[in-house]
């Protein structure tokens, strides 16, 4: 990260930094890297590395604690003041084929809410009417005080209002964690269920105007799930800068992942000057990605316009500083979604729909 603004350079680190933490990556209580293996980690001066640090101190993410010895320790957030009141059973309705898929969101939550008992409920693959039953009975099955769902979750528009719809009848208490990628988040919004929406919108603005001041006005998207990579297109299609682009998808088949690399090689030397790249954010895509930028000398930005746009929460952070992204908050929405939830199960709030911010890291490869 040598050379450039070093004003830039800072917010550039402490949003890195920052993305570790939401991960895990730097687990509450323990001490970030130290000063000195922060600068050659990023090649910059300590002047720089003590603005960004001062950066997350400011925002509470980070503490300096008399006694304890040097360093910085990550900051636990500040749970909610609800007495002695507790929930008995928390449910986390998860769009993951695994419980681990999500745990950001799940560590958000919980670090939100005081309860004595939470689970992830895994949905199986079902279809139609029969999933939508199978729902029903896992929601009315659990005795759960509370829900958090992930509105990824749901097949169809049609399924999930039927789903809401029948959580209302049944006086259920549930929040949503949804985002503009989901087909029935204008429903949702139109509907005010209580959940917390994550708003993609204005970070692949900015990404987006990025590309047409370099010149774009193609945008590939690029990866080798075929659902994520159509998420990631229903999202561009509802922002206005998106119009300016001609839009395509590049989603590698079954056959083609026994020759990854060549698949991706193939795609990005064919591609004209004027294409910006939108790469799968999960690991395997991004990691083909790069093999190829690196095996052929091209540098992100420089060579080749391309930002990702990220999709799970288990990506490698290695990623995280090397490429332009829009990144979702995933640890912040939990935690949203777990204060408006132990409210609602409290009597103090009906619940409500609050809006969160995707954000637009810059590192330049746009």
Known sequence: MSGGNSTVKYRQIAGI??????????????TIPSYPQLCAFFDVSEITIRKAVALLVSEGLLRMEPGRGKGFFVTAPKRPEHGDVALRKLAILSAGVTPSDDPPIQDGLTAAVESRETGVLLIPKLEGAARLEYLKHLVAGQGADGFLINGQIFHSDGEALDVTDWLDG?????????????GAADDFLARRHPGVYMNERNALGRA???GLRRGCRRLLFLGSDDYAVRRSVTVARKTPEAEQFTIDLRIVNDLERKDFFHAFEQTVLGADSGTLFVVEGSNLPLAYFDAVLRAHHLEPGADCPVFFFEHYCGLDPVFLNRFSAVTRPYFDLGWRAGVMLEAMVRGASAGEVTELEAEFHDFGTI
Do not use: D
């Open 170 to 182: 049944a006086g259920i208490r549930y929040v949503l964690a949804f985002s503009a990628e989901c």
């Open 17 to 30: 930094l920052r993305e570790r933490i939401r991960r895990g990556r730097y687990p509450v209580g323990k």
């Open 208 to 210: 987006l105007r990025r």
